[in-house]
């Protein structure tokens, strides 16, 4: 079929239109297009512009289109490398001759004979062969014979689309064409008086324009609309949430200074100012019938646990239970032991327990028990909480760490264990910045953790060349034979034809042979290893001297004894995410180093790898991530399903705030948007909230 005609078809999936199947739908889905109506509301991030030029005015290195008659085209074997490619020569109206040539393209040969006439698009190339400019892998269309109108898939004004490997901006394009008829059937989700106030394209308008705009004026536009739309509804979304928390009451837990002091106590250590004034703010909020619903937001290392630790105490005081849900069984089963050692020497009726898929059904079945039973203040576990089986007796607190890994259904079904609504704190070891965290969670008050507890050691940091790893290597030897231990991170778990990087399976057979051979004891860990915790247990215990790892290994891990962080292919991660390798080192009381390796070592690469090695605050490298790689690199913007230009928009606080206006004067309004139902539907899609009624 060509193209679907109904209003209802723009959530029909995509392979229903022409030439989409099951290959392309799936290459979609990777980029969060699974219906029409995604495909109209993903606009291009940018646009190529290709100035129609003669041959003889090309200019190397800009971007240019010409309309030529191909003069000679054929296969051709370079000498020295054998490549095989596509020459062709080709000239203008004037005689002007220009060099065409086509990589790893054979089927050219089919689509283009001597005689045609073609209208090319591309970068001028900068080097000239035999004194003509050339293109190289130019975007081509063969068009009639001389005086045919001009060509309407290539040159001019052509999309950049977000693409997987597979698909094309081409090709997206040239589906939006069939389905842009139907943005006329979108539901404009702004209500007109918005629009108006903020001077704002309706969204069919901004469909169209945003997909085929005349200039770049039209294209900035109709993103300056959809960027206002996304927010919009994410702001609409957070003030409704806060309106249903508000509407179902907490049971109140009281405060009380003898459980904060025997909790103090019993720590071991004293709380920095940041960790106190967090606890206030979480005790203050616990004291009130509308439920907390609170983000701490902490640097690696800072104390998020110690602070949720506090909550549990103070809520088991009162007589009520707390669930701990975490996204790794390696974290849950590190929050089960800090939460023991804070907890069970200072309230020896306190008891933690732990619920994790890998459990024996017997001891899943004792701990969902001693659950429902009351028997247990507190269980630590993943995924498994949220199961139908679990149940608690009286469930007062519920806490999700990395809580940007959670999806708001599963939040949601935790919060759901309780008879009543429980309070509510979220802990993210990922330092966000402050208007990046009030947008993305803006549903939630917000404590900031920025300073890390005494005694804490400074990870020194180093990039280092990758012709001189063999340094690194020296480095890893030596805090061995000192007794202690490393990490090894690897960007991939197997080989790839396509990627050009270290793998940890290959690494870990290649470290193991020729590098650190016996004594040295060397591990793997990586997300499909089954015996995943049993590695971390090994190097815990001190059985594993060099553990090769992957990702799996970002957050979660707290090895005291570890004192190095090797990171190969360091270019490949996002500045926050090697702060959060960093954070597994410098755990202890002995000096640790991270030691950075680049695949690409360019100066652009290296330039941000060194702003790692010299910048110790979270909180500055997500700036600056957010600065040099966009917003969406630091959380993900397709899993907060924000656009590209939503998320660069939330460096703009005046833009936030004048949102944030709009969507809560609606909401207070209309608290259930029955008035508003393309914007309900909007909000329901976006972030399946099944609660909102």
């Known amino acids: 079929m060509s193209v679907l005609v109904l209003p209802r078809a723009l959530d029909a999936p995509v392979d229903q239109l022409q030439d989409i199947g099951p290959k392309y739908s799936k290459l979609l889905a990777k980029l969060g297009i699974k219906t029409i109506r995604d495909l109209l509301l993903t606009l291009p991030f940018g646009w ?17 289109s010409v309309i030529a008659t191909v003069v000679s085209i054929k296969p051709v074997v370079t000498p020295r490398r054998r490549m095989r490619l596509v ?80 698909l094309t901006s081409r090709k997206i394009a040239g589906w939006v064409e069939l389905v842009l008829p139907l943005a006329g059937h979108l539901e404009d989700l702004l209500p007109p008086e918005v629009r108006e106030r903020h001077r704002l394209l309706d969204v069919a308008d901004a469909v169209r324009l945003g997909h085929k705009p005349a200039s770049l004026e039209d294209f900035a536009a109709a993103r300056k609309r959809m960027t206002f739309a996304d927010l919009f509804e994410l702001q609409a979304a957070f003030a409704m949430m806060r309106a249903s928390i508000a509407a179902e009451p907490a049971t109140p837990i009281p405060f009380r200074q003898d459980v904060g002091d025997a909790f103090k106590a019993g720590l071991g250590f004293e709380l920095t100012g940041a960790q106190r004034l967090a606890t206030r703010d979480a005790f203050r909020d616990m004291q009130q019938s509308v439920p ?49 050692t804070y907890l069970e020497g200072a309230f020896p009726d306190l008891k933690v327990e732990l619920l994790v898929s890998s459990q024996s059904t017997a001891e899943r079945r004792r701990v969902r028990t001693s659950a429902a039973s009351g028997h247990c203040a507190l269980v630590v576990g993943t995924h498994a909480l949220i199961e139908d089986e679990v149940e608690f007796f009286d469930l007062g607190l519920a806490v999700v760490d990395e809580q940007h890994r959670f ?14 609504r429980p309070h509510f704190l979220a802990m993210t070891a990922t330092p966000i910045p402050r208007t990046l965290a009030l947008a993305m969670y803006g549903e939630m008050t917000l404590s900031v953790i920025d300073e890390m507890p005494l005694g804490r050691v400074p990870v020194e940091t180093e990039v280092i060349d990758p012709d001189h790893r063999d340094r690194a290597y020296d480095l890893v030897r030596k805090e061995v034979v000192a007794g202690h231990q490393a990490f090894v991170i690897c960007p991939l778990i197997e080989e790839s034809e396509t990627v050009v990087a270290r793998s940890a399976t290959a690494e870990f057979e290649r470290l193991r042979k020729d590098v650190f051979p016996e004594p040295m004891r060397m591990g793997l860990i990586h997300g499909r290893l089954k015996d995943k915790e049993v590695v971390m247990q090994r190097f815990a215990g001190g059985e594993i001297d060099v553990l090769v790892a992957t990702a799996v290994v970002e957050v979660g891990v707290d090895v005291p004894n570890a004192t190095v962080m090797m990171i190969e292919g360091a270019d490949r991660f996002g500045l926050a995410q090697l702060h959060q390798f960093r954070g597994r080192v410098g755990r202890g009381s002995a000096r640790s180093r991270c030691v950075l390796l680049a695949d690409d070592p360019t100066d652009k690469s290296l330039a941000r790898l060194e702003l790692v090695a010299r910048t110790s605050s979270g909180f500055k490298l997500a700036e600056e991530d957010m600065r040099l790689r966009g917003t969406g690199e630091l959380l993900g913007s397709r899993q907060h399903g924000l656009t590209d230009a939503a998320m660069d928009a939330l460096l703009q606080p005046q833009l936030l705030d004048d949102v944030r206006q709009e969507a809560e004067r609606i909401v207070q309004a209309d608290p259930s948007l029955n008035g508003q139902p393309a914007l309900r539907a909007a909000v329901v899609r976006r972030l399946e909230l099944t609660s909102i009624s």
């Open 407 to 420: 999806g708001t259904r599963q939040r949601e079904l935790l919060r759901a264990k309780g008879r009543g």
């Open 292 to 340: 907390m619903n609170r983000l701490l937001n902490g640097d690696v290392g800072s104390g998020k646990t110690a602070v949720a630790a506090a909550c549990a105490a103070m809520t088991h005081a009162a007589g009520m239970q707390t669930v701990v849900m975490a996204p790794t069984e390696i974290l849950a089963r590190q929050h089960l032991r800090k939460f023991r």
């Open 48 to 64: 190529e512009t290709y100035v129609p030029s003669q041959i003889s005015s090309l200019v190397p290195g800009t971007q240019a």
């Open 87 to 166: 020459e062709a020569t080709v000239a203008d109206d004037s005689g002007a001759e220009m060099r065409v040539v086509w990589f790893h393209s054979p089927y050219i040969l089919k689509h283009l004979r001597e005689g045609d006439r073609v209208a090319f698009a591309g970068v001028v190339d900068k080097s000239q062969f035999r004194g003509r400019p050339g293109m190289v892998n130019p975007q081509h269309e063969r068009l009639g014979g001389a005086g045919e109108t001009a060509p309407q898939k290539v040159g001019g004004m052509t999309p950049k689309y977000h693409l997987v490997e597979g």
